[in-house]
């Protein structure tokens, strides 16, 4: 299961990952946050229209990758907040999908990157991901409602958290980046097809650099006991 803020999100930080995984027979699913109704300069182009844009892109995004399914659950873009309502939320599709590994994004700002801030929906989607995963999706006391709904507790197994300052997992992705740059470029409403295409095949080569690999995607591997 991948959890992160906005439709692209994934596309752009680990679908290199994410069409291997699917490639080699995983079960992958999305769960997009929230509904993508912000990131526009078109004035012309209304929120609800924008939200259902970017939602057909993900799904399109997700067909190119081998997707088991996309959950939308629809938060408004660009308010989020790691609130209890929200970590509910996401431990209702961890209950429900049971996945082995969970990977979602880094919700602490390190301001190590030059020209960008981080968006602050980000770090509240991961942060109500990694509570989500411990221990409101294990505890049965935690969020009593979902035994109602018939979702037993569920643990899972790894978590793997994108842009950590300390990876200590690298994905070798050269075989799938050519498909993770598809992906992404469903995106039309977001992306530049041949500017992110070589932005893509840029990051990943220096994120194999440590590891020897031509391309690669890393990540902080947490093995939860």
């Known amino acids: 299961m991948v959890v992160m803020a906005h439709p692209d999100d994934a596309d752009y930080s ?3 990952t994410v069409a291997k995984l699917c490639r080699d027979g995983m079960e992958v699913v999305y769960v997009v946050v929230t509904d993508g109704s912000k990131g526009t300069e ?14 057909d892109e993900q799904v399109a995004a997700g067909k190119v990758l081998g997707l088991k399914d996309v959950v939308f659950l629809g938060y408004p873009d660009g308010y ?3 609130s209890l309502e929200l970590r509910r939320d996401v431990a209702r599709e961890i209950r429900r999908f049971k996945p082995d590994i969970l990977i979602t994004g880094n919700p602490t700002r390190t301001l190590t990157s030059d020209g960008y801030l981080g968006h602050p929906d980000h770090f509240a989607a991961a942060e109500a991901a990694l509570a989500a995963t411990y221990p409101a999706a294990r505890d049965h006391l935690t969020f009593p409602e979902l035994l109602a709904e018939g979702l037993e507790p569920h643990k ?11 990876p200590n997992h690298w994905v070798d992705v050269s075989e799938t980046l050519e498909t993770a740059i598809k992906a992404l470029q469903a995106h039309a409403s977001q992306v530049d097809g041949e500017r992110v295409a070589a932005l893509l095949r840029e990051w990943r080569s220096d994120a194999g650099k440590p590891s020897g690999m031509q391309y690669a995607e890393s990540f902080k591997r947490i093995v939860l006991e």
């Open 42 to 55: 078109d004035r012309s182009i209304t929120p609800r229209q924008l939200a259902e844009m970017r939602k």
């Open 156 to 166: 899972v197994r790894e978590v793997w958290v994108l842009d950590a300052e300390h």
């Open 80 to 82: 989020l907040q790691s």
């Open 14 to 16: 680990c679908s290199g």
